[in-house]
């Protein structure tokens, strides 16, 4: 029953990939939902990271000693300054190590 369900599930994403990236079938997306599809990739994003950076054991974590909302912080301000994505990450898990492992150790 699970490889069927791997299988079915690779069948949906291959199928959905395909209607859109052949150049061949006859499908046009309107302005409307091109602008409306430029939403997905940061509600996806933000759905990914809000609830590493704000919960812990199912709580949610404002307190000043969450290493992980410092880094965010930094994170955000560094994307914000810099536009550079390798420069963000590598800066902001940098800091993360370092206040994970000694400074809220």
């Given at each position: 029953?699970?490889?069927?369900?791997?299988?079915a599930?690779a069948?949906?994403?291959?199928?959905?990939?395909?209607?859109?990236?052949?150049?061949?079938?006859?499908?046009?997306?309107?302005?409307?939902?091109?602008?409306?599809?430029?939403?997905?990739?940061?509600?996806v994003?933000?759905?990914?990271?809000?609830?590493?950076?704000?919960?812990?054991?199912?709580?949610?974590?404002?307190?000043?000693?969450?290493?992980?909302l410092?880094?965010?912080?930094?994170?955000?301000?560094?994307?914000?300054?810099?536009?550079?994505?390798?420069?963000?990450?590598?800066?902001?898990?940098?800091?993360?190590?370092?206040?994970?492992?000694?400074?809220?150790?």
């Open positions: 029953m699970v490889l069927l369900s791997i299988f599930m069948a949906l994403v291959f199928i959905s990939r395909y209607l859109f990236l052949e150049p061949k079938l006859p499908l046009k997306m309107s302005a409307k939902l091109q602008r409306l599809l430029t939403y997905s990739s940061p509600a994003l933000t759905a990914i990271w809000a609830p590493i950076v704000f919960t812990n054991d199912h709580q949610l974590q404002l307190h000043t000693h969450n290493p992980y410092w880094a965010a912080i930094l994170a955000a301000l560094i994307a914000w300054k810099t536009r550079n994505v390798l420069l963000t990450t590598v800066i902001s898990m940098v800091v993360f190590l370092v206040l994970n492992l000694w400074v809220f150790a």
